[in-house]
């Protein structure tokens, strides 16, 4: 039987690749493992579908300086031998990254003791994790066309975002059971990530009054984002996170409203749902977002609203443009020519 290890943490956006590819192994011939953070989110995403997790130390990597840049250093390292130790146990024939700085002592062990690499990375540009684990990975994947431009392209290829095929699967009926709503108003499902986003948590409920005239909202605002004050709005339903729900949610849904996350952004264009994406800003994050947001909005998949210019009077005139361009995204995401990235992946994984 092969061994194949996994990694990638920090956010859900890391983990759920990785959770599509795993889904479509053979058990039969792969024995599964993962390796990331002892706190991550990736530990409950990951053991909720009972694959072996090893936990090990990790370092924030920050682009800026910061004393506690001196006391991460250490954690990578101490994160080397960790990876290192989990790795000669379980003599793996390849190692599977999806990036977060969980990541980077997992894909140095392995090239050190010679294990093959993949890396997917999923933004329009690589991130910090990713830029340094390149030199380390044998072959890497992207989600975006452009990103090519940022990597070494004897050893890349363009195959776009692996999506989990249950998420395609979805019931309307199902969905809107779920959230009590009704089919006589449209949807729109707001997602801030698995963290949550308070800007655009605090504009959809400064709106609501007018928000569910005409809409059901179903808002998902990360963990302890919950404002009990509205839980009696019955066109208003508040969900920390979701995981099985998911697919018959978004199957009941017309239109979304998002961060700018690469694999959210994907799994939206897969299933034609016209977003308006409100992405990170450069003051929270290294503006991979807005690169991606941008990108979608070039392709006519996507509206943009930078978080600078977000108040309620621009989130509801781009909220109105997207009701009115919904049809045109839709026309645009049916002829987007995708790549079938699960597929490429796993037979990327039979050359091990």
Request: with cysteine; net charge positive.
């Amino acid at each position: 039987m092969k061994k194949i290890v996994f990694t990638g943490g920090g956010t859900a956006g890391h983990v759920t690749p990785n959770i599509a590819i795993i889904n479509e192994l053979n058990k039969k011939d792969w024995e599964i493992h993962y390796i990331g953070s002892k706190a991550g989110i990736e530990k409950e995403l990951i053991e909720k579908i009972q694959i072996p997790y090893h936990s090990i130390s990790s370092g924030k990597l920050r682009r800026y300086l910061s004393v506690e840049n001196a006391k991460d250093v250490f954690k990578v390292l101490k994160g080397c031998l960790d990876a290192r130790k989990v790795l000669k146990k379980i003599k793996p024939a390849v190692v599977f990254s999806k990036g977060g700085f969980v990541s980077v002592p997992v894909v140095i062990a392995a090239n050190m003791m010679k294990i093959p690499v993949i890396i997917h990375e999923s933004d329009l540009t690589p991130g910090l994790a990713n830029k340094i684990a390149l030199r380390f990975s044998s072959k890497i994947f992207t989600s975006f066309d452009e990103t090519i431009n940022y990597l070494p392209k004897e050893k890349s290829t363009v195959i776009g975002s692996p999506i989990r095929k249950d998420i395609l699967t979805g019931s309307a009926v199902k969905g809107r059971v779920f959230l009590d709503f009704t089919s006589t108003k449209p949807i729109i499902t707001v997602m801030g990530g698995s963290l949550g986003a308070r800007k655009i948590n605090e504009v959809i409920r400064e709106n609501l009054e007018e928000l569910t005239k005409t809409y059901q909202i179903v808002h998902l605002c990360g963990k302890g984002n919950i404002a009990t004050e509205y839980t009696n709005n019955k066109n208003y339903n508040q969900l920390e996170y979701v995981h099985e729900e998911l697919a018959d949610i978004l199957a009941a849904t017309n239109l979304v409203i998002t961060r700018g996350g690469s694999n959210a952004i994907f799994e939206f264009l897969a299933l034609k749902l016209p977003m308006l994406i409100i992405p990170l800003s450069k003051l929270q994050s290294r503006g991979d977002q807005i690169l991606n947001a941008k990108s979608f909005t070039k392709k006519g998949f996507s509206l943009t609203l930078e978080e600078e210019e977000l108040t309620s009077q621009t989130f509801l005139a781009k909220l109105a443009e997207l009701e009115e361009k919904q049809e045109t995204m839709k026309q645009a995401m049916q002829q987007y020519n995708k790549h079938d990235a699960l597929t490429a992946i796993l037979e990327e994984l039979k050359k091990y």
